[in-house]
């Protein structure tokens, strides 16, 4: 079975040689941007979450 020894170096390769065909080089950077934007936002309200100590929501069955 090919799967058994997991993903090596040169699957990665052939996967970004793909994603670069699909998409083009020129919007990759944008998608690279707009991705680490929405990376950035989900750290900072997951952070904002655990600051906020009594804002958490009940348990099911607990009133």
Do not use: C, Q, Y
């Not at 080089?25 to 989900?42: E, N, V």
Request: aromatic share 4%; glycine share 8%; hydrophobic share 50%.
């Amino acid at each position: 079975m090919m799967l058994r020894n997991g993903l090596e170096p040169w699957h990665l390769l052939i996967v970004a040689l793909v994603v670069i065909m699909v998409f083009g080089s020129k919007k990759l950077p944008d998608m690279a941007r707009s991705l680490g934007k929405s990376a950035r936002i989900l750290k900072s309200e997951a952070k904002a979450m655990k600051a906020e100590p009594g804002t958490e929501p009940a348990a099911p069955g607990h009133s």
